[in-house]
């Protein structure tokens, strides 16, 4: 039932002419793939290295980074599938793997293999683009590193120019403000109710990158689009932020009010980024000069931090991700990390250690 995009559509050089390929499914490379190296990140105890190394090992191959191709693929009378948004054939004979991210897991969540009996096929006539996919409907950095990116490929082609696009229902707030400042108009968008629909005929471009392995192309993408929309700031702006998950459920710092009250007599500020619009976040990223707090998705807005930022990253022993190390390498940004004991996902950090990594990586 998995299939490879690749193995079962017509491969072309180009957009097809609508005639010539209007009931057959077609696969057109737009990037091939690339292989990045990146650098280490800074620590100040070896074993802190040793767990972060296990871990990029697990969730971001390593220091080199192979990124599979990039394609538009065409799949007429497909059918959408629950809320991951998986792909699947007219006759339910395949299941396109891309749309699971390629990841197994995905796939035995979401339970499909043991569906016996299906939900009430809704047929939707007409044309779609697919901006979304799993977890696309929570997660803020995987919403703008992962899904967002995929206009890019889609804004490439003319055909594509007023394609309807399906993406989450409801929108969350950060999705509504990233789709209008790109310029797409709420009436060109199709929520997706997560039950079972087939459609006349759904483009589907290819995530720029695996999740959690941002792409280069994805970042050029994001800081063109965005950051000129920006008004000017000072030239001397140097902002120190200290990133607080005050508002989540898991992976806080425990002891953060004594990490805080020592920041904010360095000059730092403390941002709960929940807190702020998309285009309040990106205003002031832009200006960081170091970013300091818990691993979370709102490090993804280092991708409109200049290039001499420094990122520090906290993390629970238990817990490692390589996400924005990852994305820091991209921007020619610095990255280091301390780790703390957890306490089931939360965790304590030492001043101490902190104290000596300021004045190690940053000279504070």
């Given at each position: ?26 696969y ?30 697990r969730?971001?191959q ?56 299906w ?18 409907h ?32 409801p ?20 929520g997706?109710?997560?039950s ?66 020592y ?102």
């Amino acid at each position: 039932m998995l299939a490879k995009c690749s193995d079962h559509c017509i491969g072309v050089d180009s957009f097809p002419i609508r005639s010539s390929l209007d009931s057959k499914d077609w696969y057109l490379r737009i990037r091939p793939c690339e292989t990045i190296r990146r650098r280490s990140p800074f620590s100040i105890h070896q074993r802190d290295l040793e767990l972060f190394y296990e871990s990029i090992t697990r969730h971001n191959q390593g220091e080199v980074f192979r990124f599979p191709e990039v394609f538009l693929a065409c799949i007429n009378k497909a059918r959408l599938y629950s809320k991951d948004f998986l792909v699947i054939s007219a006759d339910k004979k395949r299941l396109y793997r891309e749309s699971a991210l390629s990841r197994d897991d995905i796939l035995e969540t979401n339970g499909i293999f043991d569906t016996i009996i299906w939900p009430s096929l809704k047929e939707v006539p007409g044309d779609f683009c697919l901006l979304a996919g799993p977890w696309s409907h929570k997660n803020y950095s995987e919403w703008l590193l992962g899904n967002l990116p995929r206009l890019s490929i889609i804004e490439q082609f003319d055909e594509l120019s007023s394609t309807r696009l399906i993406v989450p229902s409801p929108l969350r707030s950060y999705q509504e403000d990233t789709l209008l400042m790109a310029g797409i108009l709420p009436e060109r968008l199709v929520g997706f109710d997560n039950s079972h629909w087939q459609v006349d005929r759904l483009y589907f471009p290819e995530l720029p990158s695996p999740l959690g392995n941002p792409s280069p192309h994805a970042v050029s993408w994001l800081r063109a689009r965005f950051l000129g929309q920006m008004p000017a700031s000072p030239a001397a702006s140097k902002r120190l932020l200290y990133v607080t998950r005050r508002d989540a459920s898991q992976r806080r710092v425990l002891n953060e009010e004594e990490i805080v009250n020592y920041l904010m007599g360095l000059g730092f500020e403390i941002i709960c980024p929940g807190d702020f619009s998309f285009r309040d976040q990106i205003n002031i990223f832009r200006d960081a000069s170091i970013v300091i707090g818990p691993h979370g998705a709102a490090f993804a807005n280092m991708v409109f931090a200049p290039p001499n930022a420094t990122l520090i990253e906290f993390f629970g022993n238990n817990y490692l991700h390589g996400c924005y190390w990852a994305l820091t390498n991209i921007r020619g940004q610095k990255h280091a990390f301390l780790t703390g004991p957890s306490q089931w996902l939360d965790y304590s950090i030492s001043l101490e250690q902190l104290k000596l990594l300021l004045a190690k990586v940053c000279g504070i």
